[in-house]
């Protein structure tokens, strides 16, 4: 799940403190100006949101009765209501309706991602410990950056096979690990963020070119990948089959339009405001 910073400031209502009771299971984008709207561009699957009837692609012109028209806005309104349910008045097509939206506690909607958000904040998998995450934090926020396999998170080419993560590349000492991760065949079978990574199909990623770690971590055709993960002092081989980029995209609510990775259900004429 999870997110990212596009030219549109984009926010995750769902993420007050802790424990919080709040309205669950939206992310918002867009709001720049008149004529980039505020936007829905994420329903989390389980949600309140979503039992409502809410899409993304959703316009959002009002939260409780009140306009919104940025995203700091809408989350302001979201997070001072007390109500138990709140009504939105959005725009899908060129029909403008209501949704009446319960409120439900963050917790429940991670769970339900087969997440959980722990003490220092950060959202991970449901097996994920605080050491190991506050581990990796100190590793990939250090002045390592080398640079990226896939700039846009996705290979560019939709009909090639891959595992569903980004790939960083590390200097000082050289290492190859998972950044973003997808709901896909890595993270099904196991793997995690932040992950360093030993070996693909018995070849050692590091001190590769660009070019040759794109083809290492991808394929034109259907295969496995054998992944040889370090993860804190612990070694574990991971395999699963690869999938098509176009079907991970559809799975996990995106897409690329001119190079760029944005949320699926966008109107195509505000895919404008989401490019960097």
Not at 141 to 160: I, K
Request: charged share 25%; proline share 7%; with cysteine.
């Amino acid at each position: 799940m999870k997110r990212l910073c596009l030219a549109a400031i984009t926010l995750l209502l769902t993420h007050p403190a802790v424990g919080q009771e709040l309205l669950s299971g939206i992310t918002l984008g867009g709001g720049t100006s008149p004529a980039c709207p505020l936007i829905i561009t994420e329903v989390w699957p389980g949600s309140p949101a979503e039992s409502a009837g809410i899409k993304a692609g959703d316009l959002l012109l009002e939260v409780g009765g009140s306009s919104v028209a940025t995203t700091e806005k809408a989350s302001e309104i979201l997070h001072s209501k007390p109500e138990p349910r709140v009504v939105f008045r959005l725009v899908r097509g060129d029909t403008i309706y209501t949704a009446t939206v319960e409120r439900g506690k963050f917790s429940n909607a991670l769970e339900k991602a087969g997440l959980k958000e722990l003490s220092m904040g950060m959202i991970a998998p449901v097996d994920a410990t605080e050491t190991e995450m506050q581990d990796k934090m100190k590793v990939i926020s250090q002045d390592r950056f080398a640079d990226r396999v896939f700039p846009s998170h996705y290979p560019t080419n939709e009909n090639l096979y891959y595992a569903g993560f980004e790939v960083l590349i590390l200097k000082n000492p050289s290492q190859v690990v998972v950044l973003g991760i997808e709901d896909g065949p890595a993270s099904r079978a196991g793997v995690h963020w932040g992950d360093t990574i030993l070996s693909v199909n018995g070849v050692d990623p590091r001190n590769k070119s660009v070019p040759e770690l794109e083809r290492l971590f991808s394929s034109k055709k259907p295969s496995l990948m054998s992944l040889k993960i370090e993860r804190g002092s612990v070694t574990t081989v991971y395999a699963f089959e690869l999938a098509k980029v176009a079907k991970i995209l559809r799975d996990n609510g995106k897409q690329i339009y001119r190079g760029d990775t944005l949320p699926l259900g966008i109107p195509e004429k505000y895919l404008r405001c989401f490019r960097p």
